[in-house]
């Protein structure tokens, strides 16, 4: 049997996580002036490592004299799936390192298509299901596939 017909036959499934593993780009927040990029690494078939860069620009169209004002790392793990809305959205537990707030851990959820993914509304006060995931997601939170 060649090797070619053996990777056709017996090719790897591919895991829960590895729809997130990539960069993604945030929107840019035109309050802030900010917008985050996103890099994801598959540890295991349910849990990413990330980085996070937040980057400030003096425009609102975010292109213009750039400087770093967040730099967070971590991962995040797959648990389960609930539905937020008409759609069924990934439930995550995060844990970060930001240089900005220091250790934190939190429940989120992701709303993912092939070309990005929305996170969910984590403000404070927004509202949570029973779990502690959100029950909303965050328009501002938008990131989309490089």
Do not use: H
Not at 14 to 25: F, Q
Not at 41 to 48: F, G, M, N, P
Not at 74 to 95: E, H, Q
Request: aromatic letters at 10%.
């Amino acid at each position: 049997m060649s090797r070619s017909y053996f990777n056709q036959c017996y090719a790897a499934t591919p895991s829960a996580i590895d729809k997130y593993v990539g960069t993604w780009l945030g929107e840019c927040d035109t309050t802030f002036r900010e917008r985050t990029r996103f890099v994801a690494s598959k540890s295991s078939d349910t849990v990413a490592s990330f980085s996070a860069l937040t980057t400030q620009y003096s425009d609102t169209a975010c292109s213009t004299n750039a400087s770093t004002v967040d730099t967070t790392t971590g991962t995040f793990t797959l648990n389960g799936t609930k539905t937020v809305g008409a759609d069924t959205v990934d439930k995550i537990d995060v844990s970060a390192n930001s240089s900005s707030t220091g250790s934190v851990s939190y429940k989120d959820v992701i709303k993912f298509t092939p070309t990005q993914f929305q996170l969910g509304n984590t403000d404070s006060g927004a509202p949570l299901d029973l779990q502690g995931y959100p029950n909303q997601l965050d328009p501002k939170e938008t990131y989309v596939k490089q």
